[in-house]
């Protein structure tokens, strides 16, 4: 259960620290630990991708 | 076995006097060790333990200490450091040895450390990031970095047995491929885009900083709906546009209750280009990816 969300949540703390991890858990309303909880439903995972895009983004932009 | 129960017991070592840093006695000195010190401060909040958190650090033989009441953190101190700076410090140290134990007289600590400990742990993630880069002379992530964090993220699939409906699965992949043509399409000069059902209040998809385009035209399209006779933005045609300051423009195609916004740079694309060329074809994606299932739903 929720292996994908925490496969997110790995890839975006190794991209972008401890940091873009709390802003994923932020954005999904959803915790690393709650993830692991959960079904990794269509929803879910797509929600995910998408918060972690934006992460990955908001990490890129300050640090221009 | 409970977090609460482990720290019960190493605080059992109150009253000890370990004079030696390192070696034999330096292990019983300091004899927590092996994981971060930001998952153990958050266990100390989480517990609401009062208590004094003494750190080492064996790299240059520093040390510290936090003090916790009631899972606050009251203080701090490291050398010539104090309170959020001896926090912050402390924090950013890797492979540190720790060891805990009783605050007895908590009359006497006043609260000087007034933000909270994620606010800290955050702080410090920056600072450490911030570090990573400037020591590896990194502005920013490669363009092969961001292509291989997308690749990473994109190649995630659900779980088939936890799929939502065929409608929503259909939905996707198209969303997908409307996405896909406008990248191609608008290249560098893309800023932010996202596909919302304005009526149910939803983002269906996006990229490029999705969540704030689409919360931009989810009230854009509120306030619209407001002033617009009837609520109904037939009035409108098939698009609104806007010139942004920064020359950015924010485009929003309509279909329907589904609005497809898109903010691009003017000074990378053109607007005669992408009024003539890319949004027929934007509009052509969208209709050919929608029309023949919603004919089919109806």
Sequence with gaps: MGEKLLRIFEIVTEQTGLKGRLELASMTGISMKEAMTLKDTEDLVNKFKYAATDVYENHRGKLK | ?298
């Excluded at chain 2, 924010?250 to 898109?262: D, E, K, P, Q, S």
């Design chain 2, 1 to 298: 076995m409970p977090a609460t129960n482990n720290i019960k017991l190493i605080v059992d070592n109150k009253g000890e006097n370990f004079p030696a840093r390192s070696g034999r006695r330096g292990l019983y000195r300091w004899p927590l060790a092996g994981f971060s010190l930001s998952s153990f401060l958050q266990v100390i909040a989480m517990d609401q333990q009062t208590c004094l958190l003494d750190v080492y650090n064996p790299t240059n033989n520093r040390e510290g200490h936090f003090y916790f009441i009631s899972g606050s953190l009251y203080s701090a101190e490291c050398g010539v450091l104090k309170n959020e700076e001896a926090a912050l410090e402390m924090i950013s140290w890797e492979n540190a040895r720790f060891n805990i134990r009783h605050l007895s007289d908590t009359a006497n600590i006043a609260k000087r450390i007034s933000k909270n400990l994620m606010l800290l742990l955050m702080e410090s993630s920056k600072r450490i990031d911030e570090k990573k880069a400037d020591d590896t002379g990194k502005a920013e992530p490669s363009e092969d970095s961001r292509e291989k964090y997308t690749d990473k993220i994109a190649s995630i699939e659900p779980d088939k047995e936890g799929a939502a409906s065929y409608q929503d699965r259909y939905h996707n992949t198209n969303w997908t491929e409307c996405l896909t043509t406008l990248e191609r399409d608008m290249g560098p000069a893309l800023i932010g885009t996202a596909i919302i059902d304005a009526a149910a209040g939803k983002i269906m998809a996006g990229c490029h900083g999705a969540q704030a385009t689409a919360g931009l035209f989810h009230k854009l399209a509120g306030s619209l709906r407001r002033i617009l006779p009837g609520g109904s933005f037939e009035s409108l045609g098939r698009y609104y546009l806007l010139d942004l300051k920064s020359n950015l423009a924010l485009i929003a195609l309509l279909f329907g209750r589904y609005h497809w916004g898109i903010i691009f740079s003017r000074e990378k694309m053109e607007l005669g280009l992408f009024l003539h060329v890319i949004v027929p074809r934007l509009i052509k994606t969208f209709e050919y990816h929608f029309s023949s299932f919603d004919e089919a739903a109806q």
